[in-house]
């Protein structure tokens, strides 16, 4: 294990919030990687997205960050723990969406039972809270660093924004990694207003 990863691991079972965002910045375009390209499968596709597994996987890492079976020696094995949660979860929503499916839930009512089948996915209420968030976020954000933030979310490497920007990628994760932790001290002292 380098001792860099091992200090980083140290500081997020210690509950260090920037250390936290620190891995997902990290880990999170790879894992969001595997997960678009094992894609959800076509049952499930309507009722749990890539971002949404991805939340779950990186919200069970926190909630089992003390856990002792969580002793990953290396990126490489903490990569493939959260592929596992990933998995499993896709799996679980799989099991769940079946279960429904057969419970008769999808019986053809008519057009006038139709409008009474809630639709699947998440709330009106959950995606206008999600969206107000994500607004709340890219508003915190210089606009080169939502450059960045757009460009991460589409899986260009660190070192390829380093290349256009002039600069080295690690240089460029620390900037950006600095903008993370101000957002997560900003919400963490009150919900920030628009």
Do not use: C, Y
């Not at 999170?28 to 959800?40: E, H």
């Not at 991805?54 to 890492?61: E, I």
């Not at 390829?160 to 919400?187: N, S």
Request: aromatic share 4%; net charge positive.
């Amino acid at each position: 294990m380098t001792d860099d990863f091992a200090e980083l691991m140290t500081r997020f079972r210690g509950g260090d919030k920037s250390a936290a965002s620190e891995l997902v910045e990290r880990f999170g375009p790879q894992i969001r990687r595997a997960i678009r390209v094992r894609g959800t499968g076509s049952r499930l596709g309507r009722v749990l997205d890539s971002e949404d597994l991805m939340q779950s996987v990186f919200r069970t890492l926190l909630e089992q960050r003390r856990n002792p079976e969580l002793a990953v020696k290396g990126p490489g094995q903490l990569v493939t723990w959260l592929l596992t949660v990933a998995r499993n979860r896709r799996n679980e929503r799989t099991r769940d969406a079946g279960r429904e499916k057969r419970g008769g839930k999808h019986a053809d009512a008519g057009a006038d039972g139709l409008a009474a089948v809630p639709a699947g996915g998440p709330s009106p209420s959950a995606v206008f809270a999600d969206r107000d968030i994500l607004e709340r976020v890219l508003a915190l954000l210089s606009p080169k660093e939502r450059e960045i933030a757009q460009a991460r979310a589409d899986g260009v490497s660190w070192s390829e924004l380093a290349k256009q920007a002039g600069t080295t990628p690690e240089a460029l994760r620390k900037q950006f990694h600095r903008a993370i932790e101000r957002i997560v001290e900003t919400f963490s002292s009150g919900t920030p207003h628009s």
